[in-house]
């Protein structure tokens, strides 16, 4: 079910800040940026072989990203990986007993489909499973 990691999220305060730091001084190569308003987040997805950093900065804070950032700061904030079918995943998983942030699929960067489960479910990591269209 689970293919392989897509990405590793990691929370930061200040996006244009950090991508200086990954791009400029570590040398990363930066694919994407994008401003998610539904998800109050700033994104930029960098290439890494065959899996991604995503970099992300909460826009609001309300978002949970912004929460991450406030008890935890700065860090890896979610580990994703790939899996066929979310849906088909989200129900394996509930008929498991798993915690769901997610019960249904929402739309992530480039037509993803995403979910999240808790992290009560998974020894303390976001888990964020992704569906490519
Ligand atoms: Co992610």
Do not use: W
Not at 97 to 119: S, Y
């Amino acid at each position: 079910m689970i293919d392989a990691i897509d990405h590793i999220g990691i929370a930061v305060k200040d996006l244009d800040e950090a991508i200086h730091v990954y791009r400029d001084v570590l040398g990363f190569k930066l694919e994407e940026v994008h401003t998610f308003n539904e998800r109050m987040l700033k994104i930029a997805f960098f290439s890494l072989g065959e899996s991604r950093i995503e970099l992300l900065q909460p826009l609001s804070p309300d978002s949970t990203v912004a929460k991450f950032l406030a008890t935890r700061g700065e860090g890896i904030q979610h580990l994703a990986v790939k899996v066929k079918n979310v849906e088909a995943t989200i129900e394996e998983f509930k008929s498991k007993g798993v915690v769901l942030v997610d019960e249904k699929p929402r739309l992530g960067v480039g037509g993803n489909k995403i979910a999240f489960v808790h992290p009560k479910s998974t020894r303390g990591v976001l888990l964020e499973l992704v569906e490519k269209p």
